[in-house]
């Protein structure tokens, strides 16, 4: 047979009467009177080509008896479709069995539950949705990346494996070699100087402390990779491997870090848009019904911009009730974020400037004392989807919030060095890449939009 | 002052007489009759702007003090530049010390070893070499991104936390949130279903057995993320922790799979000659002589192939002495690699078709009964720089394979179960990341490719 080409590339419009190879799965197979029609897609797009085979084949019995999920490989002509749906189909001129499927097969027809298709993340990526979710997911992977290398942003690999634990959080999976049942002990404890790394080890929360070092070198850069949450919860929305986004700038202040945000968010928008319409239609028809309207409108607006203080006014005056407490010096909870950018603004705002007390220690300490020049983003239907800052540059300042936040400076000597010569103003912020593929497709579990999600009791595959 | 522009682009050609704003951080200074030099980098390239200072700048005391280190803002006009070695200077209007920097800054004008940058690992990206090491990383890392887009293939993210074993090796590091010095113990061992995971995990070591599972469903597909090895070895080209690239294809075999690597890997080569010409200059002139040479001839040549045997063959004619065995049925060692690709061949070369008994358990099994469709990518002065190999899609055989390597079938049915329903011919192969970066620019050890390298006993920063 000749060189295969993608059902996409037919789809989006091979000529009446070109001869084609096309290999693929069989997602539905039916027989009428003198013909039997496969439908075969190969992940390229959504929709699957319809093959058309008749009696005249060689193997047509076998071809009869082709079952579900069932790899083939169909050498045929690219016809007018008579059927509604479909511009074309595919005449058959020859159909090999390359891998059969019997009907033990765990994707039949029917529909399947997201809670059962969890249980076999192996297979689910060879249905229409998760087909979709994973589509998707690249894609705009693809397109973060583009994002970044169109503006000059450096691509820098932070560490996984870490000694440090950024937030001061204690959410760390330990990473060790040491025989677990009997470690090695000095003074009563385990004696982690002979682990592998000499040191107690965990896996990474953020890379952001060590891009700031890129960006002082670099003046712009981002990370792109897995960080980890040892959290013991069992929500929709958290999982213990994630990916996550972090560009960070030389030279730029809390303007310049909502700026960029607002720019990516949108360049995101219109990528999925305007590269997975196809997806994104089936999105919008299966699983959300306002998820178009919803990108469309946020691809299109310019970003708001309130203070934590301004919120707090908004909260106060708000006709609706709160489950959770409003007062200054409070985090804001999801229906807070959710009232300002639905109710307030009617589209995604920054709120910037939050109170010390509840925002990390690298954040800078604006002129009032009381503030930090902390953003995170609102977008309607989620809340926060990006949280970021302007970081302390000054080395004096930068080690009292350390000290206030209970965390030694000696054990981040290497991130004071970065104030202590040639230091710049300088922001980032952090997107977590699942929430963000929730909130382009509209699926509701993080689950289901990571390949094989780790969470509590899980690691299968 | 207004919007910076990167020096970058100002050495690319900014016209004389135009009025720009840089910010970055002092390399050198030097102060003549009457007016002081400074040399700026931002990280957006390898050379330094000239900055011309003159006794007219009302701070010109400070402006004569500014130290190695230091972050400026400079504001000027573009001008030709008098001196060798530079089109343009830039003639200040306006010089701000944004970060200061005294002579305690470690990185003086002075050369320093790569073993001493290595201890300052968050300041070395500041240095030529350095940044001319990651500025390459990141391009080849957007590089690699951009080839699997244009061809189509969907990035997929393997897990990182695991509970399966790929390689049937057991260098894994383990991942747990259970008390280390009292962990939960029943019937004398380990208790690990009380474990965050309810099971004993790791940190992967490939991402090649769950690629294949959407390969089956995508077509064709690639994963790009962090891979470790819990080995104590300390050797320049071992890292506890490394970033690998897998594509996989389905409706491949071993031809289809060294095509694709032939094609990357000369697209990869191309894309440095091409991209970052400044820094493949730097390192060719500082750190290994022969190294453009070496890359356009591999970015110009078409690669040979070699059946394992023919090596073996070659080999024992050969006229030097090897430190190990040759023999049909022993792994080839780097120096029988290198003289197969140095000696023989002059140019690349894939090996195909290695011994059963020498390769992993997913290899197909070629019609002789003794040999594996495995291929090894070998290139001039490191051997082996690819290795790859169409995998085992008979059900029945890979459970035989998987016996054979003391691998219970049980604990991967799912990776069976890809084999079940719709399986399909298919290959791939594995390039580590930093083996590629080594091989492109000259540097010899793993450390100093890797932002912060993770090895035994050290995870520093």
């Keep these: 047979m000749n060189e295969r ?6 789809l989006a419009g091979a000529p009446a009467g070109r ?21 075969v897609n190969d992940g390229s797009c959504l929709a699957s080509l319809q093959v058309v085979a008749e009696p005249g084949l060689a193997n047509y019995d076998e071809v009869r008896a082709i079952g579900t999920g069932a790899a083939v490989a169909v050498r045929g002509l690219v ?22 499927a019997d009907e033990q097969y765990p994707l039949q027809k029917k529909r399947h539950t997201f809670e059962y298709l969890r249980t076999i993340a192996h297979l689910r990526p060879r249905s229409n949705t998760f087909g979709a979710v994973f589509r998707i997911r690249s894609s ?64 990474t929360v953020s890379g952001q402390l060590e891009g700031e ?47 960029l945000a607002e720019d990516f968010f949108r360049y995101l928008c219109r990528h999925v848009l305007a590269n997975c319409a196809e ?36 909260l106060k005056r708000a006709a609706v009730p709160f489950e959770y407490p409003v007062e200054w010096g409070l985090d804001l909870q999801t229906e807070h974020e959710r009232y300002l950018t639905e109710q307030v603004v009617g589209g995604p705002v920054f709120v910037v400037n939050y109170p010390r007390e509840i925002k990390a220690f690298y954040m800078r300490l604006n002129d009032d004392g009381r503030t930090v020049a902390a953003m995170d983003l609102l977008v309607p239907k989620v809340g926060e ?39 710049t103003p300088h922001a980032g912020f952090g997107l977590g890449f699942e929430r963000l593929i929730m909130y382009l497709t509209g699926m509701e579990n993080i689950r289901d939009v990571i390949p094989f999600p780790r969470t509590p009791r899980h690691a299968e595959f």
């Excluded at 001869?19 to 439908?39: D, H, I, N, Q, Y």
């Design 79 to 100: 016809a007018e479709s008579p059927a509604a749906g479909q511009a074309v189909e595919l005449h058959a001129a020859e159909v090999t069995v390359i891998g059969s």
């Design 279 to 314: 997806d994104m239609a089936f999105f919008n028809e299966h699983v959300d019904r306002g998820l178009l309207a919803r990108v469309r409108q946020v691809a299109g607006s310019s970003f708001a911009m309130m203070e934590y203080g301004e919120a707090i006014e908004h």
């Design 213 to 259: 070092l890129f960006a002082q070198a670099f003046s712009d850069i981002y990370t792109f990779g897995p960080t980890f949450r040892a959290e013991n919860s069992n929500t929709p929305r958290h999982a213990a491997e994630f990916w996550m986004i972090e560009p960070e700038m030389a030279f730029a202040d809390l303007r310049d870090d909502a700026a």
């Design 385 to 423: 989807i990006i949280g970021g800052s302007q970081r302390e540059e000054r080395c004096d300042l930068l080690e009292i919030r350390m000290r206030e936040s209970g965390i030694a400076p000696e054990s981040l000597w290497w991130y004071l060095d970065s104030r202590r010569w040639g230091s």
């Design 140 to 203: 705009l992977a693809q397109a973060v990346h583009r994002f970044f290398a169109e503006r000059g942003f450096l691509y820098v690999h932070t560490p996984i494996i870490t000694t440090s634990d950024c937030e001061g959080a204690g959410e760390l999976f330990r990473v060790t070699t040491l025989d677990p049942s009997a470690p090695p002990m000095a003074d009563g404890a385990v004696d982690f100087s002979q682990d592998f790394f000499a040191a107690q080890a965990g896996l």
């Design 19 to 39: 001869e084609v190879t096309v290999k693929g799965w069989v997602r539905t197979s039916r027989v009428g009177k003198g013909v039997a029609f496969l439908a």
């Design 5 to 10: 080409i993608r059902i996409r590339e037919i």
